[in-house]
């Protein structure tokens, strides 16, 4: 049976307390069920806000999407996650990823590394994490046992294999790293290529007791009667795509809230994603396409 929809939402704007109360409150008025903080430089930092979103609301989750583990010592973070997930009533949902921007790397001093580094460091990070957080000994120990769930993002072979053994929450961006490309610019990822990488992705977790929550990140949502005028702006972002073709794409939400939501329940039987995480720009207009889907 597929997983009941579960929806975040991923703030990437700095604010005031009372704006950044504001605005959590907001999307728990709207119906989302995560409120979810991303760990780049110039953007809000990650465990502060979460506690903050935690303290504003009642309902939603709270949680990292995703830690920059590049950014991080395992033994700090543990602490880090503890606290935070006790600060938050046990609510805290941790995202870890690679990172894949390089002049942040370089701005805060940091190693790059190959790509075959980056992903040894998050599996040592996961596995120092899981660690600790078994020792009886350890302090501080996080609210949630054995740990807070664990969502870990990336497309990658390497990465997939990482999140079939370790990730409660497997996260696909619908896109992956240009090649070549360090700076951050992504390349869309086509209906069939999503395919093949859930099938690789399930092909790697295949052994496991449990099946992880399939999430996806929508990088557009825009509620409108007119599909092919709105995707037009688009169009120069991804030239050797066509019209059809770009709004084919699993990341792009795009049409009347009917429509947004049968393409969600289209993708869910597709490729299993049940849980939708969207940008922080979005959070308004998402808001009666999750009142479409609640308890679906």
Request: proline letters at 7%; glycine letters at 10%.
């Amino acid at each position: 049976m597929a997983r009941p929809f579960r929806f975040g939402v991923n703030m990437v704007t700095a604010s005031t307390g009372d704006e950044w109360r504001k605005k959590c409150r907001k999307a728990e008025a709207l119906g989302y069920d995560v409120i979810l903080v991303a760990d780049h430089l110039g953007m809000p930092a990650p465990f502060p806000s979460v506690v903050a979103a935690a303290e504003a609301t009642e309902r939603p989750r709270v949680g990292t999407f995703v830690l920059n583990a590049g950014f991080w010592n395992p033994m700090l973070l543990a602490r880090e996650v503890a606290t935070t997930d006790a600060l938050t009533g046990g609510r805290l949902e941790l995202g870890l990823g690679t990172g894949y921007v390089k002049p942040e790397h370089d701005a805060a001093g940091l190693p790059w590394g190959t790509p075959g580094e980056r992903v040894d460091h998050l599996r040592r990070t996961i596995e120092e994490l899981g660690r600790l957080f078994g020792s009886d000994e350890h302090r501080p120990q996080p609210l949630q046992k054995p740990r807070p769930p664990l969502l870990v993002g990336g497309n990658g072979d390497r990465m997939l294999k990482l999140t079939a053994e370790h990730a409660d929450i497997a996260a696909f961006t619908g896109a992956k790293v240009a090649p070549g490309d360090s700076s951050g610019k992504m390349s869309h990822l086509t209906p069939e290529e999503l395919d093949e990488r859930i099938a690789t992705y399930r092909r790697l977790a295949a052994g496991r007791s449990e099946p992880a929550e399939l999430n996806l990140l929508i990088q557009l949502v825009e509620v409108t009667g007119d599909r092919r005028g709105a995707i037009q702006p688009v169009l120069e972002y991804i030239p050797h795509l066509t019209e059809d073709a770009a709004l084919a794409l699993p990341l792009l939400l795009i049409g009347t809230v009917r429509q947004i939501a049968d393409q969600l329940r289209a993708q869910r039987e597709r490729y299993g994603f049940s849980y939708i995480t969207v940008l922080e720009p979005y959070l308004e207009a998402f808001g009666p396409v999750i009142e479409e889907l609640r308890g679906e």
